[in-house]
């Protein structure tokens, strides 16, 4: 069992209140491990730290967790142990590590159910978004482009880049391409303003009816890890999307990507079961 606070809530009382210490936690108010249960020990260690972290995680993002000698010590556990616990946290998305400097509690994943508009779910949890418009151009549209939005070869597109700023920090990189007859229905007041299923449906006049996500992990580019504030090659989360009109027709292709660490989805689909 995990140490319960006067409040009731698991282990709030082995966090340090400030930074001035070298840790987060005060291990020593942590319950000690069950070195005879079947539960594997790394399990279990993981346990004892993930509990105060998941009862207070945005308020502690940051902090940094006991050293592996402070674990080792109070645990009574060896070093595999506890970097194969701090291991699970990390995987978690609970703690983050920087080379050089430690373990912190991470940021707080933010949760995106994809049926709806990511801007429109985050402002309904009073989070605030805007954009930075980096670049709108012509040029020949790359050939997965042009498989998408079923254009002939050599045939130009719009490309427009821009920054998604969530409380006014960078989160997310955009980059999408339309036709440039729609891209002369989107102005750059829109682009500096709207999000995307606004923006199209400002420009067709009628809300885009379908969109297909492919979701993948990529190593940031060294001008995409410039722009996000990340080091290169940093896992980064993507979106690469195809937006249909009520005809059917495809009208953008784009990919957006994000920390990989502060981003999750949540996907809620019927089964289909056939014998």
């Known amino acids: 069992m995990y140490a319960t606070s006067p409040a009731g809530r698991p282990g709030v009382a082995a966090i340090e209140s ?6 987060a936690f005060d291990v020593s108010v942590l319950a000690l491990l069950d070195h005879g249960s079947a539960m594997p020990l790394w399990m ?5 730290l993930a509990a ?5 995680q945005a308020a502690l993002a940051g902090l940094a967790l006991p050293t592996e000698a402070r674990c080792m010590a109070h645990f009574g556990v ?8 701090m291991a699970h946290l990390v995987a978690s998305g609970l703690v983050s590590r920087g080379r050089g400097k430690g373990t912190f509690v991470a940021p707080e994943r933010l949760n995106h159910d994809v049926s709806m508009a990511f801007e429109d779910e985050m402002r309904a949890s009073r989070r605030r978004i ?5 670049s709108r151009m012509l040029h020949p549209a790359p050939e997965a482009v042009r498989a998408s ?7 130009e597109v719009e490309c427009v880049e821009r920054l998604r700023f969530l409380d006014d920090e960078v989160f997310a990189f955009e ?3 339309v036709s440039p007859d729609l891209g002369r229905r989107i102005t750059t007041r829109m682009l500096e303003r709207m999000a995307i299923i606004s923006l199209l449906t400002e420009a067709l006049g009628q809300p885009p009816a379908r969109i297909v996500n492919t979701v993948r992990c990529l190593p940031a580019g060294p001008r995409i890890a410039r722009l996000l504030g990340v080091g290169a090659r940093t896992p980064l989360l993507e979106t690469e999307h195809v937006y249909f009109a009520a005809s059917g027709s495809a009208v953008l292709h784009g990919s957006v990507r994000f920390h990989g660490d502060r981003f999750q989805f949540t996907l809620d689909t019927p089964i289909r079961f056939t014998r």
């Open 18 to 23: 400030t930074r001035a210490t070298p840790a």
């Open 44 to 48: 279990q260690l993981a346990e004892r």
């Open 52 to 56: 105060p972290i998941r009862a207070r």
């Open 78 to 85: 060896s070093r595999p142990t506890v970097r194969q616990a």
């Open 130 to 134: 805007r954009f930075a418009l980096l």
């Open 149 to 155: 939005l079923g254009l002939a070869d050599g045939a």
């Open 175 to 177: 980059q999408r391409f």
